[in-house]
């Protein structure tokens, strides 16, 4: 069972990401008009390090190596006439098998197609990506676990 609730228009999540970096390019999903890291969902009683295996095997087939805890961040916002309280975990992680798949890659969500692309990190400022606190992380040299607390506005 993951870890999301609903009450009238307000959702909870608590997610867990990948940050995949190989080669200084980072790879990064496709969602409606915007990029994220892989990952998702984690479910009761799961560890996030075992929720973000579980979810980039069951969407791209692989296993990743998770290096360290990148970031924390406890982040509010809305979208789609919701509003959205949402934790996420985000690891620095490696995966040579993905880097080998290509440039542009295409996982399955839920028997859905999902793209997947390498992009250069030291353009990572040019892309629409969510959230968008995790472009200064991203950019900075400082490797150093943060943990973030983001209020998006409208």
């Not at 075992?50 to 290096?67: G, N, P, Q, V």
């Not at 390498?118 to 676990?145: A, G, R, T, Y």
């Amino acid at each position: 069972m993951d870890i999301t609730f609903t009450k009238d228009n307000m959702r909870f999540k608590y997610r867990a990401s990948a940050l995949i970096i190989e080669n200084n390019h980072i790879l990064l999903q496709k969602f409606n008009d915007y990029w994220t890291p892989p990952g998702g969902k984690v479910q009761m009683l799961e560890d996030s390090k075992i929720a973000l295996k579980r979810e980039i095997l069951e969407e791209l087939s692989t296993d990743i190596e998770i290096e360290q805890s990148a970031i924390f961040i406890e982040q509010t916002y809305h979208s789609q006439e919701k509003s959205f309280h949402e934790l996420g975990v985000y690891y620095f992680c490696h995966s040579k098998s993905l880097w080998d798949r290509g440039i542009s890659i295409i996982g399955n969500e839920n028997g859905e197609d999902m793209e997947y692309r390498w992009f250069p990190v030291n353009e990572i400022d040019k892309i629409n990506i969510q959230p968008v606190i995790l472009k200064e992380k991203l950019l900075s040299e400082n490797k150093d676990f943060e943990h973030i607390i983001n209020h998006e506005k409208d």
